[in-house]
């Protein structure tokens, strides 16, 4: 199964609280785990990836933390502000497979309130 | 860098007429990735290229999707004859060759409505 599913859908939060999105996995090939920010009538970005070789990375106001045991991972954004207002993609691929292409979970639509 | 360049940036067409969606990848990067993106299904890979041979176009919904890669800087998508439900954004991304964990550069789509 190489579902990756998200929750949830959407999510509003104010001003300088924190954001928090959930991905679970069930391909346990899965070895590396990036996150996407789409801003409207924008491609998505690559914010900030993982390999389940450590349980937290932090990038500035964004970490992710992962649970390998229960195939979880999740985007944490501390201080919101209504500039992170934006889609959100956790996304899995196996470095390993022959596949090249990552799948995606169903997206977060961010809202921070001013 | 100018990023991967798609055009048109909105198509709006009739029912049954043909639809050609344009990109231009990043110079340098390999592999090249057709997206589709709907509120009901999100991100839905299409068809992806290596080295401009389609690797994998399972993801292309019927046969009147079509995609070609006649060079390395230059890839179309054409949907013939067209349907409202192919209403959708269209992405084109591409990412350079080597490291699986290389990051997807993706244009700004095209929105495509079919009526």
Redesign the interface.
Known sequence: QQQVKQSPQSLIVQKGGISIINCAYENTAFD?F?W?QQFP??????LI?IRPDVSEKKEGRFTISFNKSAKQFSLHIMDSQPGDSATY?CAA?S?GGS????T????TQLTVLP | DAGVIQSPRHEVTEMGQEVTLRCKPISGHDYLFWYRQTMMRGLELLIYFNNNVPIDDSGMPEDRFSAKMPNASFSTLKIQPSEPRDSAVYFCASSPAGRFNSPLHFGNGTRLTVT
Do not use: D, E, H, W
Not at chain 1, 41 to 46: E, H
Not at chain 1, 99 to 102: F, K
Not at chain 1, 104 to 107: A, D, E, L, V
């Open positions: 590396y990036p996407y009538g924008k491609g998505p970005a690559l990836a993609f691929i470095l596949a090249r292409q990552l995606f979970g169903s997206g």
